[in-house]
């Protein structure tokens, strides 16, 4: 689905549909059937709708929200390939999504000359001549955005690295949409030398709420791969200790471990899904009070140039005291 005004009416809410022209317009809606389908019908505040539904209010850009806010450009070491942090290099398959999510960090991304598009010899060269490089991250876009046959060629091209022990994928699609966890996905999953983590994105336990995900996610488990699920605080969608608990209950459901909660990357367009550090810390606390150590995601900010995502706990008074 890509016009706001068919989702709109669908949903029953035609009345909002003067509020999306000039969000639309700078970053169309994109959002796949199956998603809208877990959608409530008549709620503007749905946290589902919100995710995807362009706005008016996405052209303001305070101070601070930038299009490059985690100055990603200079971590580039080969075409596509991103390395930040010590032992692991994150690979831009490919620039395609699924979904547009507002908030995106990557939404001014300039795909085009960074992410390596089909043309990985170079980036996987770097991996294969690198043994620093301890894992593999798969990243995007949504890397399975992807054909099989082209996964096929990636996993091939890391056959013989002795040094990478895991490859790590970053998805949104097996919940987006879960039909994509098919045979032949499950298949190359197995064939996979390399230990596999999947990092899913889920932010609302709503997103769970569909027979067809706990299938794929089921049938994701089966393969052995270690599932974890990064979030973001977005405020309107999952800012409440409510929700947030409710979200790492249908996760451990499941069987998939909340790994990282992050805070909102400054980027141009997204300023009203922002949460400030105190009512963030706030959450997290409630969160801490409420939920065994497990099902807590680690509250964390991306700083540019820090050897590792920022925990904002570790400068909380009540937790360094
Ligand atoms: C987030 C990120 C990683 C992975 O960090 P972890 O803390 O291991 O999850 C690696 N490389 C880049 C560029 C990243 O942004
Ligand atoms: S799926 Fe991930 S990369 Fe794609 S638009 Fe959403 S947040 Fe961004």
């Not at 596999?196 to 336990?205: I, S, Y």
Request: aromatic share 6%; glycine share 6%.
């Amino acid at each position: 689905m890509r016009d706001p005004n068919v989702l709109l009416h669908r949903l029953g809410l035609s009345e909002l549909a003067h509020r999306t022209r000039a969000g639309q317009r700078l970053w169309p809606l994109r959002v796949p059937e199956p998603f809208i389908r877990r959608m409530r019908r008549g709620d503007p505040a749905d946290p589902l709708l919100r995710q995807v539904l362009p706005l008016d209010a996405e052209l303001a850009s305070p101070v601070g929200f930038g299009t490059d806010p985690l100055e990603e450009r200079s971590a580039r070491t080969a075409p596509g390939l991103l390395q930040k942090y010590r032992g692991r290099a994150l690979l831009i398959t490919t620039g395609v999504c699924a979904i547009h999510c507002r908030y995106c960090f990557r939404r001014h991304f300039p795909y085009a000359e960074t992410s390596a598009s089909g043309a990985w010899e170079p980036a996987l060269g770097a991996v294969r001549a690198d043994p620093r490089i301890r894992e593999l991250i798969l990243s995007g876009g949504d890397p399975l955005s992807l054909a099989d046959s082209r996964l096929a060629d990636l996993a091939a091209a890391l056959t013989h690295v002795p040094h990478l022990r895991t490859l790590r994928i970053h998805t949104r699609l097996p919940v987006v949409i879960p039909s994509r966890v098919c045979d032949s996905l499950l298949v190359w999953m197995e064939r996979v030398r390399q230990r596999l983590v999947v990092v899913l994105h889920v932010n609302h336990a709503n997103e769970l709420d569909d027979p067809e995900v706990h299938r794929a996610l089921f049938r994701l488990r089966q393969t052995g791969a270690a599932l974890l699920n990064q979030s973001v605080l977005l405020c309107g969608v999952n800012d409440s200790v409510e929700s947030l608990c409710a979200l790492s209950e249908a996760l451990l459901d499941n069987g998939v471990l909340p790994y990282y909660l992050h805070t909102l990357d400054p980027v141009q367009g997204a300023a009203h899904f922002g949460i400030d550090d105190r009512r963030a810390l706030r959450l997290y606390r409630d969160m801490r009070e409420r939920l065994p150590g497990y099902l807590v995601p680690r509250l964390v900010r991306e700083l540019p140039g820090k050897p590792y995502k920022v925990d904002l706990a570790a400068s909380d008074p009540v937790v360094v005291s």
